[in-house]
């Protein structure tokens, strides 16, 4: 089923036209016409089964035939901040993080970042994230949208205030501590990862003093662009799902002999 942002006010029952992009998708690229089915998300939460129903000189009508509430969150709520990779390293890192549940997404500028953002480059650069989100939503099923937020200077983001029961979780190789030595977390997780040159030494430790815990992932040094989506599925793989199912998932392990690789 294809799925379509929507973020605009979606009738129950009724027609609505979509945004020329989206038309142009759906028409030169998908190659849909009338009469094929669509959902809509309006990106807090709620689907809507809709059908195409005319598609005239580059736009296109859909007519809406009910809404339903769908709930595909993960229940650990987690925050990436992400130190700005160049290339497509970012869009990777981004697409990942949103399909393994990420809440909101925090670009950050470090001193060894290869690409250097400001002005209206970085405001135009945070809009391409934000669509990058949104197509990875349409792709993997969720219907909240995660939100971009505007780019921040590392040392800036670190003097912000934390959350309250804000576990903060630093990506370091020489870390002595793992994820499983950590206990379930009860409110935000903000994991914090590196350029591809890593954190220097005066970010670690501003990092430390914010109350960030070094964190490592195994005996190898992973790419920036890897760490943080590996760290986001051991998480989920740890801590994302009901308390029945880990349960059941433990059982499972242990029938089958196999464990979780040591993180």
């Known amino acids: 089923m ?36 669509v959902t809509l998300f309006d990106g807090r939460g709620t689907a809507y089964e809709a059908v195409i129903a005319a598609c005239d000189r580059g736009t296109v009508t859909v007519r809406v035939s009910g809404s339903r509430a769908e709930d595909r969150e993960s229940p650990l709520r987690v925050m990436l901040a992400q130190a ?13 993080a949103v399909e393994l549940g990420v809440s909101a997404v925090q670009p950050l500028m470090a001193e060894r970042c290869v690409v250097r953002l400001s002005g209206e480059r970085a405001i135009k650069r945070v809009q391409h994230w934000q669509g990058v989100v949104i197509a990875s939503c349409e792709q993997c099923g969720r219907n909240h949208v995660p939100v971009v937020r505007p780019l921040l200077a590392l040392r800036d983001w670190l003097q912000q205030p934390a ?50 815990r070094p964190l490592r992932l195994g005996p190898r040094v992973l790419r920036t662009e890897t760490a943080a989506v590996a760290l986001l599925a051991a998480m989920q793989a740890l801590w ?20 979780l690789p040591s993180i």
Do not use: W
């Open 2 to 37: 294809t799925r379509i942002y929507f973020p605009e006010p979606i009738p129950d029952h009724g027609e609505c036209r979509l945004p020329v992009a989206k038309a142009h998708h759906v028409i030169h690229v998908l190659r849909l016409g009338p009469g094929d089915a």
């Open 84 to 96: 700005v990779s160049s290339g497509e390293r970012m869009d990777y890192t981004i697409q990942k």
């Open 163 to 212: 959350e309250d029961n804000n576990l903060r979780l630093l990506l370091a190789p020489n870390a002595s501590e793992g994820l499983r030595d950590l206990a379930r977390p009860t409110g935000l997780v903000t994991v914090l990862a590196g350029p591809e040159g890593g954190l220097t030494a005066a970010e670690t430790e501003d990092a430390v003093r914010a109350g960030f």
């Open 240 to 259: 994302g799902i009901s308390s029945s199912r880990r349960c059941a998932g433990e059982a499972a392990f242990a029938v089958t002999g196999s464990r």
